[in-house]
């Protein structure tokens, strides 16, 4: 049910994420929205006012070589630095001035030789304005190259007292004559709405402008920087069809969205997600932990009553035979007391192994170590635990140093060897002989229980010592509470010391632990004399 809970949450948070990402992108997307309305009203405005400022320059220029034709002196005409129209104090200057006639296709020219080009194409526009009259009427603006140089030309209709056209006027400039208007027209005219203008703030300090030509070559351009958000116009064939684009600078695009252009949420979104996913993860493993935990002390809390009954069903009764009487010789009542006190000893080993892994679990023991010969503490541990064997005809052998001392807590190093002891009766078979040896090594003294059984798999020789880890390695294996060799583990590494296992000379398992800081009587009097 838990289980279940945890997915049903991950898939509402995901699908929670998925709403707040999809809610995020299009509130981005309306704002971005909005920005490229705002360029594309800036294009608009600066087509406008382009158009207007393009005829206004126009028209004053050929007015000027107007004047001068009609004055008889069209080289009047020429001459730099010319005002590109409307108050632009930005100067052009004006390369050739020429006339044309619609009757004959003749051409008068004044200042630089014009090339093949430029009379091939003025040719073309006598031509079909006298093919079509009535669509030759307005001033029209040509941006051409000429041997790899930019030229602008520029020409309209002229009329002699009659409504159609009888010839044209015009003039060449050099680039000059648009760049620069184009350059006026952002300087002076702004081109947002005043409500988008923060205070204060430079005439369109927010946008970038480019112009150039339909093929794409650039005329002009305010800034190097560009951005997504863009608007795009392109101007009448009158005006060469110039494509003219605006586009808000990437810096000030959040400041016309109230609150700022949103920020990508993706990655917060994701985070989150990876974050619920993760504590989702945790959560199970943990509820896998926690029934194995369960498990586990189901397991022990088992074991232990198992282990409890029989001892008790002994005591009681052998003491119920004593009491009642029902003993056939003095002999038989002998037996009877040893099998209680036997008995009563296993007792007292299981509580204190139970009172051990108690204290352990709640807080961390502690040992009281004081200078102590082994050989006595070995010995008293073994005769204590021959009623023990007996009951599966294991005979105790002992391979003892006399002369080994160490530092130790008395009361925990017998609870060790007793729980070694335990160990080796219940995984070894019946009648095998358990050998308890002492010795020192060069790291302390070394403690070793050797058994005839199956030995342990090096596949195993570490989870024996953790808790609740029963191996059972063969069919005459009795029960327990797993939890022997985890205090032996502990009060060992409690010691400083280690402990492992490793196959015996005979063939069974070799339990061993080493107790640092280890001396021998024969070490102490050389030190002595």
């Known amino acids: 049910m838990i289980v279940a809970i945890l997915i049903a949450t ?25 920005l490229r309305d ?92 006298r093919r079509k009259p009535e669509a030759f009427t307005c001033p029209t603006l040509r941006l051409i190259r000429v041997n790899g140089v930019p030229s602008v030309i520029v020409w309209r209709p002229a ?26 027209i952002v300087a002076h005219t702004s081109l947002l709405p005043p409500s988008l203008v923060p205070a204060g703030a430079k005439i369109n300090s927010a946008l970038s402008v480019r112009v150039s030509t339909a093929s794409g070559e ?3 351009a305010s800034a190097v920087d560009w951005s997504t958000y863009e608007g795009n116009q392109q101007l009448a064939p009158d005006y060469d069809r110039l494509n003219l684009a605006v586009a808000l600078r990437p810096e000030a695009a959040g400041g016309l969205v109230i609150g700022g252009l949103p920020r990508e949420r993706l990655p917060l979104v994701i985070g989150l997600l990876a974050l619920t996913v993760g504590l989702v993860v945790v959560a199970l493993v943990q509820l896998r932990r926690e029934a194995e935990l369960s498990r586990m002390r189901s397991d022990f809390v088992s074991g232990v009553s198992h282990e409890l009954r029989t001892p008790l069903a002994q005591i009681r009764m052998f003491s119920e035979t004593l009491l009642l009487g029902r003993v056939r010789s003095p002999a038989e009542g002998q037996r009877s007391l040893e099998i209680i006190a036997r008995e009563t000893q296993r007792l007292i080993q299981l509580v204190e ?37 007996s009951a ?65 798999a090096p596949a195993e020789a570490d989870r024996i010592w953790e808790p ?15 939890i022997g060799l985890a205090i032996v583990h502990q009060l060992t590494a409690l010691h400083g010391g280690r402990a492992w296992v490793e196959p015996a000379p005979s ?23």
């Open 392 to 456: 599966r005809r294991v005979r105790l052998a002992t391979a003892i140093d006399e002369t080994v001392s160490a530092n130790v807590d008395a009361a925990a190093l017998r609870q060790i060897l007793l729980n070694l002891l335990d160990n080796a009766v219940k995984y070894g078979p019946a009648g095998q002989q358990v050998t308890v040896g002492l010795c020192v090594s060069d790291d302390g003294a070394r403690i070793y229980v050797d058994d005839e059984g199956p030995g342990v």
């Open 38 to 129: 705002y360029s594309r009203v800036a294009a608009w405005e600066f087509a406008r006012v382009g158009k207007q400022r393009l005829l206004a320059a126009m028209n004053d220029d050929l007015g000027e070589v107007q004047a001068a034709v009609r004055g008889g002196r069209i080289e009047a005409a020429l001459g730099a630095d010319k005002p590109c129209g409307n108050g632009c104090a930005a100067p052009h200057t004006v390369l050739t001035a020429f006339t044309g006639s619609l009757s004959d296709s003749r051409f008068t020219f004044a200042g630089a030789p014009v090339d093949d080009a430029v009379r091939t194409l003025l040719a073309k526009v006598v031509d079909d304005a």
């Open 10 to 34: 991950l898939v509402l948070t995901a699908s929670l994420a998925w709403e707040a990402q999809q809610a995020a992108r299009s509130h981005r997307a309306t704002a971005e929205n909005v």
């Open 468 to 482: 609740f880890n029963r191996l059972a390695r063969t069919a005459t294996a009795t029960g327990g509470t797993g």
């Open 507 to 529: 063939g069974g398992a070799r339990f061993i632990i080493e107790i640092p800081g280890a001396w021998t009587s024969a070490a102490v009097s050389a030190a002595v004399a």
């Open 159 to 184: 009329y002699a007292g009659s409504r159609d056209p009888t010839g044209l006027v015009g003039f060449i400039a050099d680039p000059p004559f648009v760049a620069r208007i184009f350059e006026h």
């Open 353 to 389: 192994n139970v009172l051990l892994f108690s204290r352990g679990e709640r807080s961390q023991p502690t040992v009281a170590r004081e200078a102590a010969q082994l050989a006595p503490i070995l010995r008293d541990v073994v005769e204590s635990f021959v009623p023990l064997a």
């Open 218 to 220: 650039p005329v002009y």
